[in-house]
């Protein structure tokens, strides 16, 4: 079992920054990541990273702008998010899981555990 708790949404506009950060408690995860999700639109893998290798993935829509990163010590994951675009504006998820299998598909795969979201706001 592994509980996610996420923090640091809020409102800012375009061109501006936020920093999400979910704190992670109970087993060990393979992968992590970051899932968001709009009205109307379907749910979008943002960012993951393998937790032991570190190596990092991104959907083409936010790569250049944002950056996934953990900090092993604090258990804690985070995404920063730079140029902020009001089409980011989206309820943002930690994802966690303890399947290796999630390393073959880390932006897609259906991932066990959810953090409650955060939400994220980007006016024009």
């Known amino acids: 079992q592994v509980q996610l708790a996420e923090s640091g949404g809020g409102s800012v506009q375009a061109g501006g920054s936020l920093r999400l950060s979910c704190q992670a408690s109970?087993?060990?995860?393979?992968?992590m990541g970051w899932f968001r999700q709009a009205p109307g639109k379907e749910r979008e893998g943002v960012a993951s990273?393998?937790?032991?290798?570190?190596?990092?993935y991104y959907a083409n829509s936010v790569k250049g702008r944002f950056t996934i990163s953990r900090d092993n010590a604090k258990n804690t994951l985070y995404l920063q998010m730079n140029g902020l675009k009001p089409e980011d504006t989206a309820m943002y998820y930690c994802?966690?899981?303890?399947?290796?299998?999630?390393?073959?598909?880390?932006?897609?795969?259906?991932?066990?555990?959810w953090g409650q979201g955060t939400q994220v706001t980007v006016s024009s």
């Open positions: 994802v966690a899981e303890v399947n290796r299998l999630c390393l073959y598909e880390p932006l897609a795969y259906a991932y066990n555990y």
């Open positions: 109970g087993d060990a995860s393979y992968c």
């Open positions: 990273i393998y937790v032991a290798g570190g190596n990092t």
